[in-house]
């Protein structure tokens, strides 16, 4: 690839990252994580019924230690709750609280829901095109950062 289409790229993220910057104001204490967190965990009751703290991590691709940190974070807000499963007392799962449905439901289905009307001419597969083409992305500096950063 061309240089000047790699800097078109990166340039292109930048305007992604300022799109981000428009999404709706969060509560005080509330971070963008927490909305990612929830819809995620959301996602994983619909498809596994349970959800551990190594689903979210593998689901979101982060570090178990991270994910453990703001879990107990949003738990500590009232946005989660953890408890022993009834199987094996060793196992964690975590459920999403009426305060945590709420937020998830304001900041991530009624605006998303909202926002799709106006994107309605963005076919799906130029989306996932896009999607796949930033993970790429990221994932080539973030394993290259070190050899970049000379």
Request: with cysteine; glycine share 8%; charged share 35%.
């Amino acid at each position: 690839m061309r240089p000047e289409k790699i800097k078109e790229m990166i340039d292109a993220c930048y305007l992604a990252k300022r799109i981000r910057d428009m999404l709706p104001a969060l509560p005080s204490g509330v971070s963008p994580s927490f909305i990612q967190y929830l819809d995620t965990i959301r996602r994983l009751e619909d498809r596994n019924g349970r959800v551990r703290v190594g689903d979210v991590s593998e689901a979101l691709g982060l570090p178990r230690p991270g994910v453990t940190r703001t879990i107990k974070e949003m738990e500590a807000k009232g946005y989660l709750k953890k408890a022993a499963s009834g199987e094996d007392g060793r196992m964690i799962q975590i459920t999403i609280t009426e305060a945590g449905k709420a937020l998830s439901d304001k900041y991530d289905c009624k605006y998303y829901g909202r926002l799709s009307g106006y994107l309605s001419d963005i076919p799906e597969e130029d989306a996932d095109c896009m999607i796949r083409t930033i993970r790429a992305l990221y994932q080539v500096m973030n394993e290259r950062r070190i050899d970049l950063d000379a």
